[in-house]
């Protein structure tokens, strides 16, 4: 019985680390600040809330969020426009993130499909998340955590 327990705690842990990965076939959205300063922050706050209704959409494949993030681009930028003077940029494509240590898990720098907005220079702390799967809450003041029942199962086993 032991034995048939260690085996399916060492499964299901295999399953959890799977699962809190980011898929291959991904979408990913950064919005790059400014510079760290107080008010650069709370402008990529602003930019994130102001956004976040065109950002949220429950897409079937990742196909359709394509397409609709394409779509999505003239209104964030009118958005943008409306809220700072200052410059920015929108791109939706290939984009570069560096190496994410993000609730134990290692993300590899490289080249993802994703919408970047990078306001400024650039300089700045990100927000990150993963639209598609969605695997985000854009939601200020939100703090969210993501969970599964094979992890829960884990940890009453240990």
Not at 117 to 139: H, Q, R, S
Request: hydrophobic share 35%.
């Amino acid at each position: 019985m032991k034995k048939i327990v260690i085996i399916l705690a060492i499964i299901i842990g295999v399953l959890v680390i799977y699962k809190s990965r980011i898929p291959e076939e991904s979408i990913r959205f950064r919005i790059i600040a400014n510079s760290n300063t107080q008010i650069d922050q709370e402008t990529k706050q602003k930019i994130i809330k102001v956004i976040s209704e065109e950002l949220t959409h429950k897409s079937k494949n990742i196909r359709e969020e394509r397409e609709y993030l394409k779509n999505q681009i003239p209104s964030i930028n009118q958005k943008i426009k409306e809220t700072i003077k200052e410059p920015y940029q929108i791109k939706y494509g290939e984009n570069y993130f560096p190496e994410k240590e993000y609730k134990n898990n290692t993300y590899p720098e490289g080249e993802y499909e994703s919408l970047v907005i990078t306001l400024g220079e650039g300089k700045g702390d990100n927000f990150w998340c993963v639209l598609f799967p969605p695997l985000c809450m854009i939601e200020e003041g939100e703090n969210v955590e993501y969970d599964s029942f094979l992890k829960k199962v884990w940890e009453n086993l240990f």
